[in-house]
């Protein structure tokens, strides 16, 4: 929502700086550049402080940015507002997109999906805000600030009129989303103030090793080029499809505009179907028939540039492919390697530094070479370049580094649920076992111990009484003979000694194999 409101309250916005439009478009290269100056500090921001704090303190500062642009009337302070603005959407992106790998791992593709359709939808309903629900007045005050100059009435009076609208109308829009941005803010902040109110069960909870690619730089600097070419021909068709409507294909302002709303249409409608494609179709599939759709619909754009119908047909298909390559390729990488805070801010400088070059190149060159389709001819390069790049990343993702490093996560993460399963497998028979257990087991354990105590002993009374020496003292292992069961030692009783050896028959009953094993069982219990 912050970054498509600024375009259509552009005028709005010169008119309360009492400048032109074409004195007050540095504001978008200050946008630009500090949403690279967020990228790259939020990358680093992210692996050293609470993400749920970062992203709140982030969107607090949008909020006030957003809150303070309608009351702006000098250029220097605009400009650093929407710098500001800038570095906060840097780190939010940034901090997003991490912050939903880190939460999902490998099963993010659906949640990846409807973050970025979120970004498309705010894109969608900030020019509504900004145009239908607070352009009325503005309207209609431009209506009767003409009737008043066709009256000759002074023109000093003209300004001051529309500036007044400007603030009552599409300002307003500023306040709304900054309101809306506040609100979200608070919730990151209550989910910061949760997650620190029981930190135990965080730090006990087992976080995902990092595994890293063997050519990991390799691959995240070829994402962060392949997402430069991608979302430098998104922005650029975006926002030279009505100009090359309305100059090369000669169609009329309302057309022209009716088309452009139909590449975006078609692109956030997409991108909210590919919520649903993304649970059961791989991310490489879905970067393969988005690209191949990219390269066909810009190669019919490019040899049918002259029929209209062609026209509206391949800037559907061209906006509908163009919708899940960004978050898909987020999370096919991945599968391969850890995408911590840096390397997410490394793709995503990519993507901002494709939004400022392409577009203002195809510009310039508009300008050198007119009554060219340039714009498809863009298309069809940047399609080309990055059905070349996908390739190449994924032969170098699948190399045996690579492979190894997807077969270890996904073998990490079966073991940890096959030992969580296991282990609560587990637990649950014990708890069946205990509640099962009653008090008559236990009493009835208790009864066959002692049982077998008393059985022990009268044996062992009844050997001593038959036994030649009775008359000579009992033997020390009698009183013994009580702590072991009867099942331990199937003969217990002794057996008799003759006559002649009644002498030494106490020593070899004192040294007995079963005085050895009452002694140990002594012992144990």
């Known amino acids: 929502m912050c970054i498509s409101v600024l375009g259509p309250t552009l005028e709005d916005l010169a008119t309360n700086l009492n400048k032109n439009i074409s004195n007050i478009s540095y504001i978008f290269a200050c946008r630009a550049t500090g949403y690279i100056a967020g990228s790259l500090l939020g990358g ?14 982030a969107m607090l500062l949008t909020s006030f940015g957003m809150f303070a642009t309608p009351f702006c009337k000098k250029a220097l ?19 997003g997109n991490v912050l939903l790998l880190n939460t999902w791992g490998d099963q993010a593709g659906p949640h990846m999906q409807a973050l970025h359709f979120s970004f498309a939808l705010g894109a969608f309903v900030s020019p509504i805000i900004a145009k239908l629900l607070f352009g009325h007045e503005s309207s209609a005050l431009d209506q009767s600030a003409s009737q008043t100059a066709a009256t000759n009435v002074t023109s000093a009076a003209l300004p001051f009129l529309h500036g007044k609208s400007s ?5 307003w829009a500023y306040v709304v989303i900054g309101a809306f941005i506040l609100l979200a803010s608070l919730l990151f902040f209550i989910l910061y103030s949760r997650s620190s109110a029981s930190p135990n069960k965080e730090s006990s909870a087992p976080g995902k090793p990092p595994f890293f690619a063997k050519h990991h730089t390799a691959l995240i600097s070829l994402l962060a080029l392949f997402f430069f070419f991608y979302v430098g021909a998104e922005v650029a068709y975006g926002s030279f499809i009505f100009t090359y409507g309305k100059e090369y294909a000669r169609l009329p302002e309302a057309q022209a505009a009716e088309l452009n709303s139909l590449f975006w249409g078609s692109f956030a409608a997409c991108r909210g179907a590919a919520i649903l494609f993304a649970a059961c179709v791989y991310p490489a599939t879905l970067i393969l028939l988005s690209l191949a759709s990219s390269v066909v619909s810009s190669l019919s754009l490019v040899l049918f540039n002259q029929q209209h119908v062609m026209l509206w047909i391949g800037t559907t298909v061209y906006g509908a492919s163009m919708a899940a390559i960004f978050p898909s390729g987020i999370s096919w990488v991945e599968q391969y390697t850890t995408v911590s805070g840096k390397s997410a801010a490394a793709f995503v400088v990519g993507a901002a530094l494709g939004e400022m070059v392409l577009p203002a190149l195809l510009g310039f060159l508009l300008g050198r070479i007119p009554h060219q389709p340039l714009l498809m001819y863009l298309a069809l390069c940047t399609a080309t370049v990055t059905s070349i790049l996908f390739p190449v990343m994924f032969k ?57 105590d008393f059985e022990v002993i009268e044996m062992d ?11 000579s003292s009992p033997p020390p292992d009698i009183p013994l003979s009580s702590q072991v069961p009867s099942s331990v030692h199937p003969s217990s009783s002794v057996t008799s000694s003759p006559v002649g050896a009644s002498t030494s028959s106490v020593p070899k009953l004192s040294d007995s194999p079963r005085r050895k094993v009452l002694f140990d069982r002594e012992k144990n219990d």
Do not use: Y
């Open 44 to 57: 680093i921001l992210f692996d050293l402080i609470n993400p749920h704090l970062l992203l709140g303190f």
């Open 77 to 95: 302070v605009l400009a650093a507002l929407v710098s500001t603005v800038g570095v906060s959407m840097g780190v939010l992106d940034t901090g």
């Open 167 to 171: 603030i009552l109308t599409s300002m």
């Open 396 to 452: 170098l993702a699948s190399s045996t580094g690579g492979a190894m490093v997807r077969k270890q996560r996904i073998r990490t993460h079966g073991e940890i649920d096959d030992c969580e399963d296991r282990q609560a497998l587990l637990d649950s028979v014990a708890d069946d076992a205990e509640e099962d257990a009653g008090p008559e087991e236990n009493e009835s354990e208790i009864d066959q111990w002692n049982d077998a």
């Open 461 to 471: 009374d009844a050997s001593l009484t038959n036994s030649p020496s009775k008359t």
